[in-house]
């Protein structure tokens, strides 16, 4: 059987490391295809946005169609009520049920609700509109804030049980058997040192909640305004702000992260 | 003594087991709700409700067809792109980049996944489409336009554009849990592999193999997004009810057709045959999610923080 | 590919224990390479050096690889072995920045230097590790992945291999029968025997052994052993071991390292029955390490 020399091998397996070659840089390229887009948004939204990101973004009402300048006052003040009555709702029941399953939660019961979160965490925002359109505003009559509220609650419960379990079960064990040795009953050993440890994280994962579900609200506050062009420049500021604060929360929750896993 | 005490401990758990047992609740509310609500259209229209390309509000004729439709070409066209880009990211981040950089640039890949999807769809409307419409879809019209997939006329916003968005919009769920699975198989195998005379690709190669349920996982997770997209899809797709073979031409997918129209529906059988559409749709999504989750969480060996991202 | 169905040459004399060999030349194992050996060396480290960045972790080993014979490398914990083992299919280059000296020859090639074909030299110097590590794939398949590396498209061609090279390792009746099933299902000893059958199928001139038994029960270790002096017909074997006794046992010729350093080598017999180093003496005698 005819042997390839050790070196510079010559026709059957220098094709495969040609092919090695080009498989891997077909994954450079992949990675560079994928970063881009995203890095096109970032930059659209800092340049388009940036300008009109003022202070009289937040305090003014909107201009009739056709002059310049204004805010969108109304459609913030909106958004914070909606966002307001869903985190009402949800950041106790999410909370509790957090709690439940980073402290409790080993059975079979507890593997059903977190598939049954991580499920719900899957239905589309209009389905949920769509619920909440049946529970609330037909019996109330009409649209109200309490709908939107309603639906944003469901769309923001599933994200504050899992990370809430995540945070409880980073506290250290440590605390726990602390409290316990001093002779706590359970249950003020969960309300009194565990939450507590675990606040910080528990409320920046909340407001993350709070603040993609902010992104779900805008459209719904942009109904009843037809004029284009305006919107135009508005809508990039909004964005903007929106997606300022999403990332400014989820960086602030990861170092959080980071920094109780290290304790 | 063995009565049934009433603890302190008792009474906390069981108010948490509560709290945790309203997640049944409200799955179970969004499933009557969206039952009840189209008990009218499905009484009037059957299964051919699920057939039908009719949508008239005016003599009360409608069909789902066309939506449907609409999501899965758009979801499919999504998947299309987003996977080869996806897995081949998370390849180079796993296998290729130099650990220090494969961390930055996934950290950064995942904060964008935290981005709105109505900036997806702002981009879309005001970037994306100006562009297709100048340059891309004439020059696709001119060259490619005997092809009836891109036969027509250069709208800008369309199928063609909602999957080129949707797909932006999935790839981070793909790299990033692919990526996780790539991880979480032992450096031994690709050892063995060069060490039987592998290419550094075939050896990779290995991995992805040992990867397989994860990535599937993934690629299914990302399809359950791709279905359920509302915000961005809507403001890009342009909203007919006609299917229509080309990708230049203007689609709606279920999502988009109730986000446009649910608020102007007059008549109780317009809105019941919407609501039946989200019904037709939650059913989709509950499935494949449910599916991919299950991969995932048992490929990843129980590791949950990659299919964290909702 | 013919000669995997070949009948193998030498397999009815087995040539058993290590201390029943004559050595051709006795005492000669003073001077490292060349001199001692009783057949032509088929790897031949001359002043290999290596570094990791700053950190040195070879200094100038000359060590022949005698062909067809067993060699063991022994030593304390860190002294090198396995990166000298690994020097001879460059799999050191996994771990950069790797920086090489000196020259290790194998078929008349120097395989340190740069613009050698990594992938042929690992087809041809085979190896087996640590820790059994078969792919998560059937059994055929995880023996018959080399071959397909290299082209193998045939089924019948396939089948024959695979068969082959499984009773090569000694491994083809205890799983002819269940050739589809997953290979991780196998005990740890079936699956290092599997993972030396996978290293076969390729047929090479060399086969690396790292600590091949040390994550092993003694019974699957003394299959292991049984299996390596068996093989040593046809190929030629390195194996590094922390089990003086199972160098002692298989090997014909035998390297001690200490810190990166060769102290000695010899004929397995010479280096067990009167070492002359002080070092070596030292350590056989278990004075430490």
């Not at chain 2, 709105?116 to 994306?128: A, T």
Request: charged share 15%; aromatic share 6%; hydrophobic share 50%.
């Amino acid at each position: 059987m005819s042997r390839p020399a050790l070196t510079r091998a010559a026709g059957h397996i220098n094709r495969r490391a040609i092919w090695s070659r080009i498989v891997i840089a077909a994954c450079y390229g992949a990675g560079a295809i994928v970063v881009l887009p995203l890095a096109l948004i970032v930059w659209h939204l800092l340049a388009k946005g940036l300008p009109a990101l003022s202070l009289s973004f937040f305090l003014d009402m909107p201009k009739p169609v056709g002059e310049p300048g204004g805010g969108m006052a109304n459609a913030i003040v909106g958004t914070l009520i909606l966002v307001g009555l869903g985190t009402l709702f949800a950041v106790p029941v999410g909370v509790g049920a957090g709690v439940y399953l980073a402290e409790f939660g080993r059975g079979r019961f507890s593997s059903l609700v977190r598939y049954t979160a991580d499920l719900l965490s899957g239905v589309p925002s209009i389905v949920v509109g769509v619920a909440a359109y049946g529970l609330v505003v037909l019996p109330m009559g009409g649209f109200s804030a309490l709908a939107g509220g309603v639906a944003l609650g469901i769309l923001m419960l599933p994200t504050i049980i899992r990370s809430t379990e995540e945070m409880v079960r980073l506290v250290p064990q440590s605390y726990r058997e602390a409290a316990l040795a001093l002779g706590a009953p359970r249950w003020k050993v969960t309300q009194q040192v565990v939450i507590p440890a675990a606040r910080a994280g528990i409320v920046t994962a909340s407001m993350l909640a709070v603040a993609r579900a902010a992104g779900e609200t805008a459209p719904l506050l942009f109904y009843g305004r037809t004029p284009y062009d305006d919107w135009n420049r508005q809508a990039w500021t909004g964005a903007l702000v929106l997606v300022m604060m999403v990332t400014g929360i989820s960086a602030v929750l990861r170092l959080t992260v980071r920094r109780v896993a290290q304790r | 003594m063995k009565a049934a005490r009433i603890t302190a401990d008792g009474l906390y758990r069981a108010a948490l087991g509560g709290a945790a047992a309203l997640v049944f609740v409200v799955v179970a509310l969004i499933v009557f709700e969206a039952a009840r609500g189209s008990g009218l259209s499905i009484r009037t229209f059957g299964l051919g409700f699920l057939t039908s390309t009719a949508w008239d509000p005016v003599s009360e004729k409608f069909g789902a067809l066309p939506y449907i439709y609409g999501t899965v070409v758009s979801s499919a066209l999504a998947l299309l792109l987003a996977v080869p880009l996806g897995i081949g990211s998370a390849v180079y981040l796993a296998e290729i980049a130099p650990r220090r950089v494969g961390a930055i640039v996934s950290f950064v890949i995942e904060l964008l996944a935290a981005i709105p999807s109505i900036v997806y769809g702002v981009w879309g409307f005001f970037v994306l489409a100006p562009w297709l419409r100048t340059a891309i879809e004439p020059w696709l019209i001119a060259h490619v336009g005997f092809v009836p997939l891109f036969r027509g006329y250069p709208f800008g916003i369309g199928m063609l554009n909602a999957a080129i968005v949707l797909s932006i919009m999935v790839v981070p769920t793909i790299v990033s849990i692919s990526r996780e699975v790539l991880l979480s198989t032992p450096r031994s195998l690709r050892e063995a592999a060069l060490a039987l005379g592998a290419t550094p690709a075939e050896a990779i190669g290995v991995a992805l193999d040992a990867a397989r349920p994860g990535i599937l996982g993934a690629v299914i997770l990302a399809l359950g997004r791709a279905l359920g997209e509302t915000m961005a899809v809507t403001m890009v797709i342009g909203n007919t009810n006609r299917i229509s073979a080309s990708l230049l031409d203007p689609a709606a997918t279920m999502a988009s057709i109730i986000a446009n129209e649910f608020t102007e529906a007059t008549t109780p059988l317009y809105i019941s045959s919407l609501i039946e559409i989200a019904l037709v749709l939650f059913a989709i999504t509950i499935v494949v999610n449910g599916a991919a989750r299950v991969l995932v969480y048992w490929a990843t060996g129980g590791r949950r923080s990659a299919a964290a991202l909702a | 590919m013919g000669t995997l169905t070949e009948p193998m040459a030498g397999d009815a004399e087995r040539r058993g224990h290590a201390f029943t060999q004559t050595a051709e030349t006795p005492g000669q194992a003073a001077d490292p390479p060349g001199p001692g050996l009783d057949s032509k060396p088929v790897i031949e480290a001359r002043d290999v050096c290596l570094s990791y960045g700053a950190h040195q972790v070879l200094h100038s080993i000359s060590l022949a690889i005698a062909e067809r014979r067993i060699a063991a490398i022994i030593g304390p914990s860190g002294c090198g072995k396995s990166t000298l083992l690994r020097c001879f299919n460059r799999m050191n280059d996994l771990y950069p920045p790797v920086r090489y000296s000196g020259s290790v020859m194998f078929e008349g090639t120097d395989i340190l230097r740069s613009g050698i074909d990594l992938v042929e030299l690992r087809r041809r110097v085979g190896m087996v590790f640590q820790r059994a590590n078969p792919f998560p794939m059937s059994i055929y398949q995880n023996v018959a992945y080399g071959l397909r590396l290299l082209g193998v498209r045939s089924k019948r061609e396939l089948e024959e291999a695979v068969e082959g090279a499984l009773k090569h390792a000694a491994l083809w009746n205890e799983v002819k029968d269940r050739l589809n099933r997953p290979a991780l299902g196998l005990s740890g000893g079936q699956q290092q025997r599997l993972c030396i059958a996978r290293a076969l199928a390729v047929n090479p001139e060399v086969l690396l052994l790292d600590e091949p038994a040390s994550a092993l029960d003694p019974t699957a270790t003394a299959k292991i052993e049984e299996l390596i002096l068996e093989i040593r017909s046809s190929i030629s074997i390195v194996i590094v071991t922390h089990n003086m006794q199972q160098a002692a046992r298989i090997s014909d010729r035998t390297a001690f390292l200490m810190l990166g350093k060769l102290v000695e080598e010899g004929p397995t017999r010479d280096i067990f029955t009167h070492p002359r180093e002080r070092l070596t003496e030292d350590y056989i005698t278990g004075r430490f390490g």
